[in-house]
């Protein structure tokens, strides 16, 4: 999303008949939890 915010999104994806989602407002919070989760898998597998 850019200027230091991201949202998240998560459910199931392939839900029939239709996706099941939930959807959370924008904020810093998810922008830093995104930082590190990219961090920690980054740091895991390379």
Known sequence: MGH???AYAGGNFYAEPAPV?????PGRIWHWGK???EKW???RWF
Not at 21 to 25: A, E, S
């Open 4 to 6: 230091g915010v991201a």
């Open 21 to 25: 989602l939930k959807l959370r407002d």
């Open 35 to 37: 930082i590190w989760f």
């Open 41 to 43: 898998w980054l740091r």
